[in-house]
């Protein structure tokens, strides 16, 4: 079976308020030590998971987008030499809508690239503000047409049920979103983590979350719009054209193998989970001491990995295959789902069964966090 791989680049112009993934913001990046640090953590991942070609590529961040188009071609050229690429390699890398990043996708797309993920986030100036984004709407749109000149697959990223956001300007936003003819939408509803300044912003009282109901309706409105535009939701958030699915995340949501190198970056390989340091400079010190920027990795359990499966897949509009994830597991369905809940939750119209698939339902997706809990079995998950 073909594989994936993960590349973190951590490092942004600015740290946006709502976001909880490593990213970093540093005066100045050796790019001479970043890519000889990169090639050895790939080096590392390729002895221990190689053998099989890899089906995709995707650059994460953090803002990939600031990386040298010849820093992204040194990559894929050692990635290609160590795995092998399998026919029709997707090649994605995400970007913001700078037109510093912009002026650099014709180069990313002759270093390889051929998918592009575009944080737009909105098409509304003080949203943008709002979420402290770098870029404005025109700005954002014209980096989306350079975008699409380059690259053959173009996703674009937008944050939804913003405090005080309505129906109506969600549905125009929305249409609006729609109409630009991207193959692929990520459609996040904006959610407070903890740790980033809008947690704080809240905790200060200077602005209030979109209650639950309201972002519920969004929620079903986008589903809708999309859908009836040619988009239909395959997961939760993510919403393509037929044959436009991102096959790299297909991979953690199908609960595939799939190296991860660079700071931060989780993998799964062979049943053992990785997960390298997140500090960028003390992922270089590890790579200077051991070769590898890995900070630790574990053994999982057969059970572990089954609960992992479970709560990835029901994600999908596909959903999962019992009798696949209980023969890769070698447990018996019984000890992976509570049937009596799904029968419970199929009379509510919540969830679907077929045969040995089971899935979350259209008007289940809403309540997909409590339906895991119900669904997957309680000693499975506390394993």
Not at 103 to 115: E, I, S, W
Request: hydrophobic share 45%.
């Amino acid at each position: 079976m073909a594989q994936a791989l993960y590349i973190h680049w951590p490092f942004c112009l600015k740290k946006c308020p709502y976001c909880d993934f490593n990213s970093h913001v540093r005066d100045g990046v050796d790019i001479a030590l970043w890519h000889d640090a990169l090639l050895a953590d790939m080096r590392h991942e390729a002895a221990l998971a190689g053998g099989e070609p890899l089906a995709s590529i995707f650059f994460g961040g953090g803002t990939p987008s600031l990386m040298p188009p010849a820093l992204v071609a040194a990559l894929l050229a050692e990635a290609e030499r160590l795995w092998g690429f399998a026919e029709g390699i997707e090649i994605t890398l995400e970007a913001n809508p700078s037109s510093v990043e912009a002026d650099r996708f014709a180069g990313l797309a002759a270093a390889g690239v051929n998918r592009v993920s575009l944080g737009l986030q909105s098409l509304d100036d003080g949203a943008l503000r709002f979420l402290g984004r770098l870029h404005n709407a025109a700005e954002g749109l014209a980096a989306l047409a350079t975008a699409q000149a380059c690259f053959s697959r173009v996703n674009a990223d937008f944050i939804y049920a913003r405090p005080g956001q309505t129906a109506e300007g969600w549905r125009h936003e929305l249409e609006a979103a729609l109409a630009l003819g991207t193959d692929h939408l990520s459609l996040y509803q904006l959610t407070i983590e903890p740790g980033t300044r809008f947690a704080t912003d809240v905790r200060r009282g200077e602005f209030v979350p979109l209650d639950d109901d309201p972002a519920a309706d969004l929620f079903a409105l986008t589903r809708e719009l999309t859908k009836q535009a040619g988009l239909p939701a395959y997961e939760v958030s993510n919403h393509a054209r037929c044959g436009s699915e991102s096959r790299h995340n297909l991979t953690y949501w199908r609960y595939h193998d799939y190296s991860g190198i660079g700071p931060g970056a989780h993998g799964r390989r062979n049943g053992v989970a990785t997960v390298r340091h997140k500090k960028p400079e003390n992922w270089l010190a590890e790579i200077a001491r051991s070769g590898h920027g890995i900070g630790e990795q574990r053994i999982l359990g057969q059970r572990e990995q089954a609960s992992e499966a479970l709560l990835m897949g029901l994600r999908l509009t596909e959903g999962i295959d019992l009798a696949d994830i209980s023969a890769r597991f070698a447990l018996l369905p019984a000890a992976l789902i509570d049937h009596d809940r799904v029968d419970f939750y199929r009379g509510l119209e919540l969830v679907w069964r077929q045969d040995s698939r089971i899935g979350v339902t259209e008007a289940g997706m809403p309540l997909l966090d409590a339906l895991l809990g119900e669904l997957v079995r309680e000693e499975l998950v506390a394993t």
